[in-house]
Structures are given as structure tokens and as C-alpha cells.
């Protein structure tokens, strides 16, 4: 182990993200307080632009921790993996289903293409319930595999597609740009649970101290952010990471402020396990929020 003037030795946790955005501030505020250094850690983050290959990053052990969404887990963990939750990481889902300036409403993407990240992961899957509500089956539109958010405003930009679930700033820096709001998920599925924290079972185990250190500069950082004397440092952080206009960043903030951290229930948990069921068709029995969950690292650190 090496170590940083000032600071304790640090051990190294490879952190894979599927593409950033205002869910990733803390993450940024960590790093620029150097609160990873004074739990004794390095983080290395890489930015993989796609759930199918952050998943195989983790289970391969290429990284260590992943920002996913819990039916990822859920779904890797039926298929024999050993991956888990250990922490929530996002709010309910803070996307919104951004359409083309020709796109006024859900109904008009009949025939149309949807640019997901996987079209039978994440919030793909919240994307097929909501269009079922408003008239539209599966085989009425198209899902486009493109990849992460910066991935799918490409798509968007280039008019490659019609419509896509974006977060923050993408989602705000489309509509601003004349393209459509057509749903905000987290008013469409309130206690649908938002991202999450996963590793693998055996590698958490071994490494409980630095896991717990993770989690706990995280903490601190999502405390930093919501004080208001360090609003002017934060809106610093974030042009430095993400193209988000001054307004919006502002706007992002003012909402973080104001929310608790985020939480993962299980009654949250057993909608993700009801909706994977019904998406993949699975026959076994549906396991409990415990078989893919353990917030006990987390807990720790509270």
C-alpha cells in the first residue's frame, strides 16, 4: 500500500460507473475534498457506457464496485453470480423520457425507436410499464440498445432516435434545447428504488474496512453538498465533469439539498424483484430482499 502526504496508507477500490450525472456529485465532492485519502483509500473510477459491460466488469472481477440499478443484481444473482447491494446510492428514479421536438406526447412513439442502455435492464423495464399505461406494447416501438446517458443524448442530438429515459443534466439540456418532457419516472414510480452500490459477496467480505471507508467519505460528501455556505465550491465541481448549464446546476443542487440521503427499503427491493419476474417470465419462486441485499456495510457507517 502507498500513501499520500497528510493521510493514512490507502488501499485501491476500482469503481466502475455506467456513465455520470448529478446522481455522481458526491462522488466528485469526495474526490476534490480528498475524503477518500482520509479514510485511507484510493478510488479508481472508470466510466464503462454500458450496464451489460459494467455487470461482466463485476462479476469478473475487473472492478470492484459498481453504480447500477438493483434489478442488475437481482438478475445476475438468478443466474448464479455473487453479486449484492450494499448501499442505496440514488433517489427514486430522476430521469425523465425526453422526446424529439416532433414527439408531443407518449402515444406518439408508436412505430417509433427508444434509445435504452439495455433493453431488458434498469429502467428499461419502469420504460415498458409506463408505456403499457398509456396504450403502447412492446412490439409498438422499438428499443435501440445505444448505452449510457451521454451515449443516448448523442443519439437524440443526431436524430437517431425519438425518444430516451435521460438523467440529469442530459434530460434538461434537451428540453431546453426544444426536445419534449414527455414523463418524469420519479412521479411515475415514486417508491421505485433508485440506483445502487454492488460488489461481490466474497470480495466485501475480505475488504469490509475499505468498503465501509467508501461508503462513509460518501456520506460526508452528500452531507458537503447539502450545507449551503459550500454551494458556491459544489457548483464549481460539477461544469468541471458534465457539460450542465449554470441555471440547471443550480437547480440540481437546490434539490439535493433538500432530500435526506438515499435510502433502499424492502418493501423498495420486492417491486424491483416483482418487476424482473414479470419481465423475464421466471418460474422459480421469488427470493426474499435479503438474498440480494445486505446494508449491514452501510449501516456501519450511519
Keep these: 500500500m502507498s500513501g499520500t502526504p497528510g493521510f493514512p496508507p490507502t488501499a485501491s477500490i476500482r469503481l466502475g460507473l455506467i456513465s455520470e450525472g448529478t446522481n455522481t456529485w458526491p462522488l466528485y465532492a469526495a474526490q476534490a475534498l480528498a475524503l477518500f485519502e482520509r479514510e485511507g483509500l484510493t478510488v479508481d473510477v472508470r466510466v464503462i457506457g454500458s450496464s451489460v459491460a459494467q455487470q461482466e466488469a463485476l462479476i469478473g472481477a475487473a472492478i470492484d464496485v459498481g453504480f447500477q440499478q438493483a434489478d442488475h443484481v437481482v438478475r445476475a444473482v438468478e443466474r448464479g453470480a455473487e453479486l449484492f447491494v450494499f448501499a442505496p446510492h440514488g433517489h427514486a ?57 451521454q451515449e443516448r443524448f448523442d443519439a437524440m442530438k443526431k436524430g437517431q432516435t425519438a425518444a430516451s429515459l435521460l438523467n440529469p443534466p442530459f434530460d434538461a439540456n434537451l428540453i431546453a434545447g426544444g426536445y419534449t418532457s414527455l414523463a ?119
Excluded at 423520457?97 to 425507436?113: E, K, N, Q, Y
Excluded at 466474497?202 to 467519505?217: C, I, K, M, N, Y
Excluded at 464549481?236 to 434539490?255: K, N, T, V
Design 93 to 149: 428514479p430522476d430521469l425523465t423520457l425526453v422526446g424529439a421536438p416532433d414527439i408531443c406526447t407518449i402515444a406518439d412513439l408508436r412505430r417509433r425507436s427508444i434509445a435504452v442502455d439495455g433493453a431488458r435492464t434498469g429502467y428499461a423495464l419502469l420504460l415498458r410499464r409506463l408505456l403499457r399505461r398509456n396504450g403502447l406494447a412492446e412490439a409498438d416501438v422499438v428499443f435501440r440498445e445505444v448505452g449510457g446517458s
Design 184 to 302: 418524469r419516472m420519479n412521479e411515475a414510480f415514486p417508491a421505485y428504488p433508485g440506483s445502487v452500490m454492488a460488489a461481490r459477496r466474497s470480495w466485501a467480505h475480505s475488504h469490509r474496512r475499505e468498503l465501509e471507508a467508501f461508503v462513509r467519505a460518501l456520506g460526508e460528501a452528500y452531507a458537503w453538498l447539502q450545507k449551503p455556505e459550500h454551494a458556491g465550491e459544489a457548483l464549481d465541481l460539477l461544469p468541471q465533469r458534465l457539460a450542465i448549464a449554470p441555471r440547471a446546476a443550480a437547480s440540481a443542487l437546490g434539490e439535493l439539498a433538500k432530500r435526506p440521503p438515499p435510502q433502499l427499503s424492502a418493501d423498495g427491493m420486492r417491486q424491483v424483484i416483482d418487476t424482473v419476474w414479470e419481465v423475464e417470465g421466471y418460474v422459480q419462486p421469488k427470493g426474499a430482499p435479503q438474498k440480494y441485499v445486505d446494508l449491514s456495510f452501510a449501516e456501519a457507517c450511519a
